[in-house]
């Protein structure tokens, strides 16, 4: 399935490193999404983009920068990480940002900080 | 409290048995309800939407209690390929289709 992909899959990196997520989605949706899923703990959203623009920061640390260049590409640029950092980073999509919608979720990216 | 609340589990049952999960959100809120499933290592995806009425999917079976702010998922005839971590999900009134995952609940179906 190629609905949404994200690259890399695996990340190790040091606390000093500047990486990117990648996720493209390929179902001609408009909002997109950034989740972190850390062991024993719920998905928790991060960011929310809806054309493009972000519409949510969920109180996440300015470590993590998102960027949404067009509807069917969104990265996440980290810097400066700390190891509770590592976790499964999952991007999805929908349609649109309304109530309701089916989300598509990408493989994620397992991150894990050193 | 959490938002959304599970029991993680896990449940081990044998092939062809009927398990029920259930779920609690806080929210009193929330306007969408969902169950999704993910697989070990792998993304969610969704497996049906709650309807107030209640709704049947095959061998699945959603049910919303609303004023008990309480959502449940039936597996009737489980099979080994229903071993996966089933998530409720909610979205509230007013909050776009911004999800709050519950920490998920752990199947195991045993031959």
């Known amino acids: 399935e190629t609905g949404v992909t994200q690259t890399p899959r695996h990340l190790v990196m040091g606390m000093t490193n500047k990486k990117s997520l990648k996720c493209e989605q390929h179902l001609g949706h408009n909002a997109m999404y950034w989740y972190k899923q850390s062991a024993k703990k719920p998905l928790e959203l991060m960011f929310v983009?809806?054309?493009?623009?972000?519409?949510e920061n969920n109180s996440v640390p300015s470590r993590f920068s998102p960027e949404c260049p067009n509807s069917s590409h969104l990265f996440l640029h980290l810097h400066t990480l700390q190891p509770e950092d590592s976790a499964l980073y999952l991007c999805?999509?929908?349609?649109?940002?309304?109530?309701?919608?089916?989300?598509?979720f990408g493989p994620g990216t397992r991150l894990t900080v050193l | 409290r959490k938002e959304v609340e599970q029991d993680p589990g896990p449940f081990n049952v044998p092939e062809g048995a009927t398990v029920a999960f259930n779920c609690t959100y806080s929210n009193s809120a929330s306007q969408s309800f969902f169950w999704y499933r993910q697989d070990c290592r792998k993304e969610p995806k969704l497996l049906m939407s709650v309807y107030s009425s209640g709704n049947e999917d095959g061998r699945f079976t959603a049910q919303l209690n609303r004023a008990s702010q309480y959502i449940s998922l039936l597996i009737r005839d489980s099979k080994l390929s229903d071993s996966a971590t089933y998530l409720c999900?909610?979205?509230?009134?007013?909050?776009?289709?911004?999800?709050?995952f519950g920490g998920g609940t752990r199947l195991m179906v045993k031959p």
């Open positions: 999900v909610v979205n509230a009134f007013n909050a776009g289709n911004m999800l709050t």
């Open positions: 999805a999509s929908s349609q649109e940002l309304t109530s309701g919608q089916e989300q598509f």
């Open positions: 983009y809806n054309f493009k623009e972000q519409t």
